[in-house]
């Protein structure tokens, strides 16, 4: 599982991303969670994922540390009122569109994918045989941009989706680039300031 802390700076770091893109200090990420915290799930077979908003307030944020000591807090608090999505979107009742997800329309997703080698053992037509992950391309966008940080051994890599009715392939490798460039400025100097977001 992605370490608590690595959470806490991604989850960060894109909020601070989105609110220099967008101009809003207030944002809400959603964040898929796969576990299974009730005991009627634990025999069941299948993929648990609930997603999660998350809401990120950079209102009072200076610097990149004062952003994330207040992720910090914000996260481990609605981690502690998980409840499903669906239950929550009917308590919130949201206005609905066709056009949007209800609560958020970004998505953060954090993977730790050490993933074993696949290979096969020799026999009939199988000597040498081996098999890597591709990435699933749908085709289709649910949110208007989702970034899926991937770990491993020497870092991360990532992946993006998002609604080519709304963002240019150019604008997409900019948001990129400038993820990857505020995660290595805050890892430089936590104290830069955030402005002007």
Known sequence: VVGVFRWWVRVA???ILLGAWSGQRDLVIGAPLANRRSVETEALVGCFVNMIPLRVDLRRAGSFREALRGVKRDLLADFSRELPFEQLVRAVNPQRSAARTPVFQVVLQLDSMRVPSLEWP???GLA???GELLPLDSGTARY?????????EAGF???MNYRRDLWEPATMAAVARAFAELLARAVRDPDTSLEPL
């Open 13 to 15: 770091a894109y909020a």
């Open 122 to 124: 020799g026999g009939p």
């Open 128 to 130: 040498g045989l081996k």
């Open 144 to 152: 208007e941009l989702a970034i899926r940080l991937i770990e491993e």
């Open 157 to 159: 890599t990532g992946q």
